[in-house]
């Protein structure tokens, strides 16, 4: 996932994604897993990316943008920073992946504003959002079948044991046909009541 600084688009079909990046040490150690898996299995499927963990993917024309970013500031205001604990690593099978332990502060945030955001987000047909159920931090994805039997086998065994704490989530977008993200906004946690947010984001 590459990130830049955020260009002025038209009315364009983008994908957007609603992400948590782990920050210091632990970012370093998944980095490392990832500059490991590329040297040892000399597969070309490690996300070489900064890690992160998308709490929701969608598409959707960019004209809607003002009220996504709306309503997720408002659902950041009332989140309080948390701990994310990772612990060992899990596979989809054409996925590698570090695993989250502590699942329920990562649901609860995603769930709290679903109702309003769907309409927002759910209006491209044949496209549904993409709402986090299990909490990952990729290291390489579109394994084969043979791949991931060559390397599951020793990944299961490796033991990793991190924590970092969330205070923030960002949304990143990149036009349909394109490959690069770019941050278009980012939203603190900010641990305050509903009606006192609101005021302050709408007053």
């Given amino acids: 996932m590459d990130v830049f600084v955020p260009q002025r688009f038209g009315l364009h079909l983008c994908e957007y994604l609603l992400i948590i990046e782990p920050i210091d040490q632990v970012q370093k150690h998944l980095q490392g897993f990832k500059q490991y898996f590329l040297k040892n299995h000399r597969y070309p499927n490690a996300i070489v990316s900064k890690s ?5 993917r969608f598409i959707q024309y960019d004209s809607y943008e003002k009220h996504i970013i709306k309503e997720l500031q408002l659902l950041a205001s009332t989140v309080a ?4 604990e990772l612990q060992g690593f899990g596979s989809f099978g054409h996925t590698l992946f570090v695993d989250v332990k ?3 502060p990562i649901l609860g945030l995603v769930s709290k504003r679903r109702r309003e955001l769907r309409p927002l987000v759910n ?5 549904p959002p993409y709402f986090v159920t299990k909490p990952h931090i990729t290291i390489a ?3 084969t079948p043979p791949q991931n039997e060559a390397i599951w086998p020793i990944w299961r065994r490796t033991k ?14 990149r036009m349909m046909g394109t490959h690069t ?3 278009v906004a980012k939203f603190n946690f900010l641990d305050m009541s ?10």
């Fill in 194 to 203: 509903p009606r006192f947010s609101q005021g302050k984001l709408f007053a």
């Fill in 52 to 56: 992160h963990m998308t709490l929701m």
């Fill in 81 to 84: 920073p948390f701990d994310v």
């Fill in 141 to 143: 994805r579109k394994l």
């Fill in 123 to 127: 209006g491209i047909k044949g496209h």
């Fill in 160 to 173: 990793y044991n991190g924590v970092f704490r969330a205070k923030n989530m960002t949304l990143l977008k």
């Fill in 102 to 104: 502590s699942t329920a």
């Fill in 181 to 183: 993200y770019a941050v």
